[in-house]
């Protein structure tokens, strides 16, 4: 089985890697962000950025680093490709390497004005509370620490195409990732 992990900061392109994966290489999609889209839901809660924000902090607490990783693990279905997108914490890809030892790391960068533009109406809109998000994930979350073991690094800084492009060169240039 082939299971990557997308990582990377907000608006870096992380669904949009995942989703050329799907379409191109036929791989099945899961996010760390449904699983909390999906509890506020149930609860009747908007599932805007800052309640699942709220929320992976409140179930990291209570169950650990690792618990969005665990709720995810339950909704999967053991599939030939699988990509997972967006962990924050350390613990929750130590916990995906545990289930698949063959997983890969793919980080996605992009310079910070391109993550910027990118930015939807549901992130904060002022350039210094945009950023704040990076800071927060870095060193509450511990994402620094993901993005530091990551395999590959993929560069997101020119248009969509360019992007699958770089998915595609990845892809072709390791073979371990396509199996």
């Known amino acids: 089985m ?55 902090d409140t179930l990291r607490f209570e169950m650990g680093m690792d618990a969005i990783a665990k709720i995810l693990a339950g909704t999967i279905q053991e599939k030939e490709k699988l990509v ?18 063959d997983l890969k790391i793919v980080k996605i960068t992009a310079e910070k004005d391109n993550r910027f533009q990118r930015k939807s109406v549901d992130d904060a809109q002022e350039r210094e509370a945009f950023f704040e998000r990076d800071e927060n994930d870095f060193e509450k979350k511990g994402l620094k620490r993901v993005l530091e073991t990551a395999d590959y690094e993929v560069k997101n800084n020119e248009t969509l195409e360019k992007l699958k492009a770089n998915i595609d060169l990845l892809m072709n240039f390791h073979p371990d990732l396509t199996k």
Do not use: Q, W
């Open 2 to 56: 082939t299971s990557i992990i997308i990582c990377g900061l907000a608006r870096s392109g992380k669904d949009a890697a995942a989703n050329h994966l799907v379409e191109k290489y036929g791989f099945t999609k899961y996010t760390f962000s449904e699983v909390l889209k999906e509890l506020l839901d149930k609860e009747g809660i908007e599932p805007t950025k800052e309640n699942m924000n709220i929320l992976g």
């Open 84 to 101: 997972l997108v967006g962990p924050r914490s350390i613990e929750e890809v130590d916990y995906f390497r545990k289930k698949f030892p």
